[in-house]
């Protein structure tokens, strides 16, 4: 009989504090195998493998591609690749990011699941927005189990709230009980009789976070509907996929979105035009000054006003964007406690 042994576990910010606390807790005689990704900044060294080890009796490693799966391990996503699981082993893949980051939760908990079915249980830590939603409803999909840290318990709890209102999660708990939640949700049988509520857009989504040419250059199997947003990645088209009430996006080349992050992520385009239109129209203020001055000093007065008008209405435009950056737009999107680690290097 198959065993509930492939464990995914995904954490963002607070997430290496909670990992050292899990695998604290669990047993050296551990039967399953364990993967971890954490929202790294893909060009920087973890050591978050040393950090596990040194933390727990299971051996932690970075995980390296086409590395076959042995028990009582802990593989941890390497920065700049997606961890992916396959019937083969570990693959890991420089596929387009999703949310802003490589690697990326939900791509390894969707390929678990597309992969292994109800041998997967997977765990969402602590984090900001929502990455792992969709991950967890693939999960639930493919007949696997979902466990959730309580967010009250969590030092930064959006995520797992999201997961929590968009999944129907099996367990939610702080995460000093989560390894002995994890204890008692492996020894559950498997029901062999079950049929899995599987969806074949899972496999599609597979393809496209591995960055399958054939997949990518076939639109019309793209999952999802055209939408009216484009990828703030790429500038291609986001095509809308709906899990249930929770709505996300991908964009043709496989770039993903959840809708809190694509706000974020679109706040953040916006406050960048809108630097840019303020030093354009700065520098255009100084230059029509300046030929103003050069105008009524070579005696053409008339010219001179001509630039102190235009000079004018910049000044003017400009005290708008001011006006506009003073506003915190990501405010709007995040509440304060949040905003302030809304980026992978703070994990």
Sequence with gaps: ???????????????VEALQELVRSLPETFPGSIFVTVHFPEHGTSALPRILSRAGPLPAVQTTDRE???????????????????????????GARENGNRPAIDPMFRSAATAFG???????????????????????RHRGLAIVQDPEDALFGSMPQSAIT?????????????????????????????TPIMRDSDATEDQLSAGDLDT?????????????????????????????????????????????????????????ALWTALRSLEENVALCRQLATRSRNRGVPNVADRFDRQATAMEARAEIIRGALAHDHAAEILPAEELEVSRPAGD
């Excluded at 990518?216 to 095509?239: A, K, M, R, Y």
Aim: charged content about 20%; proline content about 6%.
């Design 166 to 194: 968009h999944v129907d999660v099996d367990r939610v708990a702080p995460i000093r009980k989560i390894a002995s939640v994890l204890a008692e949700l492996m020894a559950i049988p498997i029901d062999n009789e079950a």
């Design 1 to 15: 009989m198959a065993a509930r042994d492939i464990i995914v576990v995904g954490a963002s910010a607070g997430g």
């Design 68 to 94: 076959l799966i042995v028990p009582g391990r802990v593989y941890v996503a390497r920065p700049g690749y997606h961890l992916m699981l396959t019937n083969r082993g570990i693959r890991l893949i420089r």
């Design 118 to 140: 109800p041998r997967v249980i997977g765990v969402l830590l602590t984090g900001n927005l929502d990455d792992g939603t969709s991950g967890l409803a693939a999960i639930k």
């Design 216 to 272: 990518i250059e076939q639109p019309e199997n793209h999952p999802g509907t055209v939408s009216p947003f484009s990828c703030p990645d790429c500038g291609g088209v986001l095509w809308e996929i709906k899990d249930g009430a929770f709505v996300r996006f991908r964009c043709r080349v496989g770039h993903g979105w959840t809708g809190d992050a694509l706000a974020l992520k679109q706040a953040d385009t916006l406050d960048e």
